[in-house]
């Protein structure tokens, strides 16, 4: 059997349409699954979208319609660009499917049985948009600390879930398990800010609006976004309180939750807390990845500086986007994103390292052999680095993905393509082709260099899966080994650009940019 890998992404607002920061999370856990994949393991890959709350009914209203029709209407906003971006989800959730409301309540229910929530009255400071109560002393410069606006005063009954009841014990589990939280810059922020100093109990119901899952036993209160939205990791994969699912048996615990920095404290505090209420383990990890800025800033629709996916991917292709979200954010500080950079990557990696390579050498396989290319093995000393090279590709990429230094793990692919071309430059093959006594050497660098496209083909399927194809088409190779193997054959098909190098001026003027 398959070792198995459950993935996850946070479940996306639909209080409007994502932009490309928010695309970054959905790219970056394909990648991870499609790699997981391509190891060998059975992956459950699980996005969808968080559709309750206040701000969702205080927009409704303003458009003059049901919170249920918005919701559809920005969920398949949201669905659209995670299928534009190429992305390889097995299911796509939503907190307004009947099954998963059912069970959130049976949750609810089943917590308030045992004495973990319990009915009270909420005074404090609330942030709609985020949709959370702040104490006096965690604002910033009187203004919610997650999203910068201004909070209110609010007072209103409510259940509230014991969160102080599980501190010592999320205390001790953080710091038995350092992997639980991840980088650890965030684990280290999480225990000093929010753990250590004290939980308080959550509000985990409310009267003040009516779109949430009703608490079944008390109708004039519904469920808090955070017990309805974090248990669709357990929901949609078939757990209720009495019966569990074959595929929750399979797939639970979690391998990898993956979300903004931003939304940590929920996952790594409330989560831990909920499935011990349930008597459920927790998951792996929970990864808080980087912001993407824009020219250094937060990307929000009132700087005006918000760009979207789905519009760069008219402009570029999805796999330069996909390239770019990949390549530019580090493990864990912040990425930035202009057109200058951009157009600048696709023009240095993907048209110059990557799509040249690949064109000069199925030409020169064509013009030299009439595209049949074998092992010829006239080796030279020059050909063992670079074939070590691709024989420790596959080592170098585990390493980076398991610690999730995803942009690290991409690079030692173009850091083997380099070589491929310096290999190029070394063994000057238009000059072997000039010699009638060099024709066998001729074909072994031929032979060497289409190995090492063909393995760097096998390993980008994870984050350019669609110019990997185009890659395997051209090189008419299915062979799957990600080694160098000495007994190859290739009957390549034709050359064909895979990259357009782009001129920035001109593109500036067509796109009216200044």
Same mark, same amino acid.
């Given at each position: 059997?398959?070792?198995?890998?459950?993935?996850?992404?946070?479940?996306?607002?639909?209080?409007?349409?994502?932009?490309?920061?928010?695309?970054?999370?959905?790219?970056?856990?394909?990648?991870?699954?499609?790699?997981?994949?391509?190891?060998?393991?059975?992956?459950?890959?699980?996005?969808?979208?968080?559709?309750?709350?206040?701000?969702?009914?205080?927009?409704?209203?303003?458009?003059?319609?049901?919170?249920?029709?918005?919701?559809?209407?920005?969920?398949?906003?949201?669905?659209?660009?995670?299928?534009?971006?190429?992305?390889?989800?097995?299911?796509?959730?939503?907190?307004?499917?009947?099954?998963?409301?059912?069970?959130?309540?049976?949750?609810?229910?089943?917590?308030?049985?045992?004495?973990?929530?319990?009915?009270?009255?909420?005074?404090?400071?609330?942030?709609?948009?985020?949709?959370?109560?702040?104490?006096?002393?965690?604002?910033?410069?009187?203004?919610?600390?997650?999203?910068?606006?201004?909070?209110?005063?609010?007072?209103?009954?409510?259940?509230?879930?014991?969160?102080?009841?599980?501190?010592?014990?999320?205390?001790?589990?953080?710091?038995?398990?350092?992997?639980?939280?991840?980088?650890?810059?965030?684990?280290?922020?999480?225990?000093?800010?929010?753990?250590?100093?004290?939980?308080?109990?959550?509000?985990?119901?409310?009267?003040?609006?009516?779109?949430?899952?009703?608490?079944?036993?008390?109708?004039?209160?519904?469920?808090?976004?955070?017990?309805?939205?974090?248990?669709?990791?357990?929901?949609?994969?078939?757990?209720?309180?009495?019966?569990?699912?074959?595929?929750?048996?399979?797939?639970?615990?979690?391998?990898?939750?993956?979300?903004?920095?931003?939304?940590?404290?929920?996952?790594?505090?409330?989560?831990?807390?909920?499935?011990?209420?349930?008597?459920?383990?927790?998951?792996?990890?929970?990864?808080?990845?980087?912001?993407?800025?824009?020219?250094?800033?937060?990307?929000?629709?009132?700087?005006?500086?918000?760009?979207?996916?789905?519009?760069?991917?008219?402009?570029?292709?999805?796999?330069?986007?996909?390239?770019?979200?990949?390549?530019?954010?580090?493990?864990?500080?912040?990425?930035?994103?202009?057109?200058?950079?951009?157009?600048?990557?696709?023009?240095?990696?993907?048209?110059?390292?990557?799509?040249?390579?690949?064109?000069?050498?199925?030409?020169?396989?064509?013009?030299?052999?009439?595209?049949?290319?074998?092992?010829?093995?006239?080796?030279?000393? $020059? /050909?063992?680095?670079?074939?070590?090279?691709?024989?420790?590709? +596959?080592? *170098?990429? =585990?390493?980076? !993905?398991?610690? @999730?230094?995803?942009?690290?793990?991409?690079?030692?692919?173009?850091?083997?393509?380099?070589?491929?071309?310096?290999? $190029? /430059?070394?063994?000057?093959?238009?000059?072997?082709?000039?010699? +009638?006594? *060099?024709? =066998?050497?001729? !074909?072994?660098? @031929?032979?060497?260099?289409?190995?090492?496209?063909?393995?760097?083909?096998?390993?980008?399927?994870?984050?350019?899966?669609?110019?990997?194809?185009?890659?395997?088409?051209?090189?008419?190779?299915?062979?799957?080994?990600?080694?160098?193997?000495?007994?190859?054959?290739?009957?390549?098909?034709?050359?064909?650009?895979?990259?357009?190098?782009?001129?920035?001026?001109?593109?500036?003027?067509?796109?009216?940019?200044?």
């Amino acid at each position: 059997m398959k070792e198995k890998f459950y993935i996850t992404t946070a479940i996306a607002y639909t209080s409007g349409k994502p932009h490309i920061g928010n695309t970054y999370e959905i790219v970056l856990a394909d990648v991870i699954a499609r790699y997981k994949r391509l190891k060998g393991y059975d992956v459950y890959f699980q996005t969808g979208t968080d559709e309750h709350g206040e701000k969702i009914e205080i927009k409704a209203r303003e458009e003059g319609i049901s919170p249920k029709e918005f919701v559809d209407k920005i969920t398949k906003e949201i669905k659209k660009i995670w299928d534009v971006m190429d992305t390889s989800y097995d299911k796509f959730v939503r907190t307004t499917d009947p099954k998963h409301e059912e069970v959130v309540k049976h949750i609810f229910k089943k917590m308030y049985d045992q004495g973990d929530i319990y009915k009270g009255e909420y005074k404090g400071l609330y942030c709609t948009p985020c949709e959370s109560f702040w104490t006096e002393s965690q604002l910033v410069d009187g203004l919610c600390p997650d999203c910068g606006r201004e909070v209110k005063e609010a007072t209103e009954e409510a259940y509230f879930f014991k969160l102080s009841k599980y501190q010592k014990r999320l205390e001790k589990y953080i710091e038995e398990h350092p992997e639980f939280i991840q980088p650890e810059a965030r684990k280290n922020e999480m225990m000093n800010n929010f753990i250590k100093p004290g939980l308080q109990d959550l509000c985990v119901s409310r009267t003040s609006f009516n779109w949430g899952i009703p608490v079944d036993f008390d109708s004039k209160h519904v469920v808090y976004v955070w017990l309805d939205a974090l248990t669709n990791y357990i929901t949609n994969i078939g757990y209720d309180v009495d019966t569990q699912s074959e595929t929750f048996k399979k797939y639970w615990p979690a391998d990898l939750h993956l979300i903004g920095k931003d939304i940590i404290r929920f996952h790594s505090i409330y989560w831990p807390c909920f499935l011990w209420s349930l008597g459920l383990d927790l998951p792996k990890k929970v990864f808080g990845h980087p912001w993407l800025l824009m020219n250094g800033e937060k990307m929000s629709k009132s700087k005006g500086n918000v760009i979207y996916a789905d519009e760069l991917v008219n402009i570029f292709g999805v796999d330069a986007v996909r390239y770019y979200l990949i390549h530019e954010i580090p493990y864990s500080s912040d990425g930035n994103i202009t057109y200058d950079l951009l157009i600048e990557r696709i023009n240095s990696d993907l048209a110059n390292i990557l799509g040249n390579l690949v064109q000069r050498t199925i030409t020169m396989g064509h013009k030299y052999f009439n595209g049949t290319i074998i092992n010829k093995n006239v080796q030279e000393p $020059i /050909d063992i680095d670079f074939l070590k090279a691709i024989n420790s590709l +596959e080592e *170098k990429i =585990d390493q980076k !993905m398991d610690n @999730l230094a995803i942009s690290d793990a991409v690079t030692e692919i173009f850091n083997l393509l380099r070589n491929s071309n310096k290999y $190029i /430059d070394e063994t000057m093959p238009w000059i072997l082709a000039k010699d +009638e006594n *060099k024709q =066998d050497r001729l !074909m072994t660098v @031929l032979y060497n260099l289409l190995e090492s496209i063909r393995v760097s083909e096998i390993f980008l399927s994870a984050y350019l899966p669609s110019t990997a194809k185009k890659i395997k088409s051209q090189l008419n190779n299915d062979n799957e080994s990600m080694k160098f193997i000495s007994d190859n054959e290739y009957h390549l098909a034709e050359a064909k650009p895979l990259f357009q190098r782009i001129d920035k001026e001109k593109f500036y003027q067509e796109h009216n940019i200044v």
